[in-house]
Each structure stands twice: as C-alpha cells, then as structure tokens.
C-alpha cells in the first residue's frame, strides 16, 4: 500500500496569494454579487406581482431568476469572506455542498431554459393552442421536473465525485469547489464512477441542446411566413434573449463540467468558470429585459406604486 495522506480539507487558491488583491477580487466579486442578487431579485418580484406578467413565459423566467440567485450565493458569498480574512480553506463537507449545490442548479437551469424554448414554440407555432397546452398545471409540473433532475443529476455527479480518495495535495485552482479540480487531486487509479457521470451529463447536455435546436428550428421556420416585419420583429424579441442565454450558458458550463479533467490546470478554466458563476446571473435579467416592453412597463408600474406608497405615509 502506499504511504498517503488522507484529505479532510482543502485550500481555495483563488486568483492570487498576494493579500491586498485577494481583498481587490473579493470586493470585486462582491459587486458583481450583488448586481446579480438585486437584478434577479426584480425579475423575481415583477413576476409574481405584477398581474400583466402572470403568463407562462414569465413564470419559467421567474423559475430561471431564483436559480441564478441560488447559484450565485452558493461560492461567492464564501470567497468574499475568504478574500477579507485571507482564510482559503474549506471543510470536506462544506466542498460536498458547494459541488451538490452547484451541479444542481446548473442542472436545474439547463432543463428550466429548453423548457422555455417549447413555451416559445408552443406561441409561436400553435398560438390557437396555446393557453390549453401551456396551463398552469403544466407549467408548474414542468418547472417541478427541472428542479427535481436538477437535484438528482447534482446527488449523481457528487456521490461520483466523492465516492474516490483524495491524497497528496489538498490545493483547488478555483474560488469554489469543482469536480475538474478535484479529479486532479484524486489518488484514484480508475474513474469509472465519474466517466459515468460525466456520460449522464453529456446525454441530459445533447438531449436539451437537440430538444432546443428542433423548437428554434420550427419556431424561425414559422416566425419567416410572418407577412409583416413588425410581426417578424415581435416574435423574435421574445426568442433570442432567450436562445442567447440559453447557448452561453450551456457552452460556459459544458466547458467546465463536461470536459475531461486535464492534470494542469489553466487560466481558461478559472475565466471560463467566472462567466458562468457570476457573469451569467448578472446578465440574464439584462438581456431579458433590455428590449422587453412588458417587462419594462412593468418595472415603470413598480416605481411609480412606490412612489405612491412613499407619498402616502
């Protein structure tokens, strides 16, 4: 047997040793928190009380905001407190957490995305049919499914992650737990167990890329026949926000969870790592809300009942 250590920790590395820009980073990242919690955090609230926006679309995009905001709080917040005390050490369970959390939102998300993809085909493509297909029994059984495998596929990719030994160096090249680094770091000679986890991860990645490919396919095909440019120009105002988010963000976590592990660690997973982590939540509601009316008008009507209930106390 060889002489190894066991792992009951790990170090965070984050982007550098020195102090004062471990506080830069933090700081930095904390902002970019904040946006992304506060700008979700409004989507959140025009959507469940704003009555123009109680449609099926805007219910995926409220599901799709709570994600990002759960998905964002789950390294950020620790890396700050990281980053302030100069601390970058992570328990073994709480490194559990990170990974279970994480997958599973990025999961959830995935699923969450193609099913708006069939909300805009149903729309666009059978707009007569509509409010019989997408009900809300439907949407609610469809957007509890999301969560659910999103759940299962994040206890699959753990359980598979931690089922190996981890010996030798206990040192992670991210601001978070991720199972890219820490297959590195593991002693394990056969990683039959994550192979298939990551075969799992790529079937669920193709099936909803292929899933969302077909209704774009269908959706562009009948959004053309549109006599009118207006016509033409509505509907896809309502499809490329969301095509745009859905292949960001799809590529941006297929590069960091589907991947082979690679024994030297790069820049590009770091970058790639923060765009997905980060930048995806901060942008979301901006690409969804730049040049959607409703939702704007919306966020107008939110102001001005503020504006109200200040006056009148």
Known sequence: MPNVTAITGFILMGFSDIHELQTLCGVL?????????????????????????QTPMYFFLKNLSL???????????????????????????????????????????????????????VAICSPLHYDAIMNGGTCVLMAGVSWAIGVIIGVIYTAGTFSMPFCGSNMIPQIFCDIPSLLRISCSKTLVVIYSSLGIGVYVG????????????????????IPTSKGQSKAFSTCIPHLTVFTVFLATACFVYVKLPSHIPSVTDRLFSVVYTVLAPVFNPVIYSLKNTDVKCALKRLQQNLRLGFSFH
Do not use: W
């Not at 959140?44 to 704003?50: C, K, N, R, S, Y």
């Not at 620790?78 to 994480?102: A, D, E, K, P």
């Not at 939102?105 to 699923?111: C, D, L, S, W």
């Not at 193709?206 to 009948?222: A, D, R």
């Open 29 to 53: 990242f904390l902002v970019m928190y904040m946006a992304a919690v506060i700008s979700n955090l409004i989507i959140i609230t025009l959507t469940t009380f704003d009555l123009q926006l």
């Open 67 to 121: 994600l990002d905001t759960l998905f964002v709080s789950v390294p950020i917040p620790n890396f700050f407190v990281n980053s302030l005390t100069h601390n970058n050490s992570i328990s073994t369970l709480g490194c559990v957490f990170q990974v279970f959390l994480m997958t599973s939102f990025v999961a959830g998300e995935v699923f969450v995305l193609t099913a708006m993809s069939y909300d805009r085909y």
């Open 206 to 225: 193709v099936s909803c890329f292929i899933c969302v490919v077909i209704s774009y396919f269908y959706i562009f095909s009948t959004v053309l026949k």
